[in-house]
């Protein structure tokens, strides 16, 4: 009997150990997005207008005026990882909207641990309600499944009809597989605007195999309070996986910038990681 918490000591220690970057729904860029968009379960890519649009759709850099620079931080220290994003978005200095990020990963036991960098430019264009944009990205990671030296492509669209927005994106289109970054696309709905509310529903495919599609769906809810705070929820559920997470996330405005504080969960499912927090700090620099 002894010998018994000492066995359930080694199982646990095991079940830790397999932690992978490549897991599902594992705290790797893949999965994380900048932290209004976590918040909100993922569910952002017909409401994408600030910093997050880099993640989710570039195609929402054009839809405001901003020049905002964010630094966002992302640990989970069980699994353990931890992320580092810096962004920049302009929309004010020229006709298209422009934005850069730098994002530094590393996730997964030292058996699945996936370490690394990558880099992307996006743009976007509005024609009256309709936006479209990209971005160009160069991944430079160490992952369980190989290196991923290489550079990849997003397209998007975005379209508004009064309060109601919808969009397609397509991520990491390259001329080959990249290892930990697999070919996706997303189709999004919402209803709102960005100074009362937003519920927004996102689907996301991942297309690396054809035969063997695996999908999740999101939904989320932002609610702004006198424009000054901003309450976030939302849900995660992997289809192929039967996965699920929850989120909720707190943003405090200002006229000169903003704060985000965010949590994610999994709540039910195969053993995987078990929470992750993100932060963030946004400076208006128009």
Known sequence: MRAFPLV????????????????????WPQNVDLARATAMG????????????????????????RYHLEIDGVTDPRFPAQGL????????????ATGLLFSR??????GGRGEGWYAGLAYSYGAGSTFIGGMTKYYRFATP?????????????????????????????????????????????????????????DYKADLSDTHNIKSKGAGGL?????????????ATYDVSRELWWVSAGLGFLTEKGGAQLVWRRRVAGAPGFDQLFEAAITLYLE
């Open 222 to 234: 932002e609610y702004l309070i006198e424009q000054v705070i901003a309450l976030r929820g939302g």
């Open 145 to 201: 499944l190989g290196e991923a030296h290489r550079f990849a492509q997003d397209f998007a669209i975005l379209a508004k009809r009064g309060t109601f927005g919808y969009a397609l994106v397509f991520q990491n289109i390259a001329t080959s597989s990249i290892p930990g970054f697999p070919i996706t696309g997303a189709v999004a709905i919402a209803w709102g605007t960005d100074t009362d509310w937003h519920l927004a529903f």
């Open 8 to 27: 359930l000591l080694a199982c646990a220690f095991a079940a830790r150990a397999q932690h992978k970057a490549t897991d599902p729904g594992a705290p």
């Open 85 to 96: 994003m810096i962004s920049l978005v302009d929309s004010v200095s020229a006709p298209v």
């Open 42 to 65: 993922g569910a952002n890519g017909a409401i994408a207008t600030g910093n997050e649009a880099l993640t989710t759709n570039p195609a929402g850099l054009a839809q405001t005026r």
């Open 105 to 110: 990963w590393g996730s997964g036991q030292p």
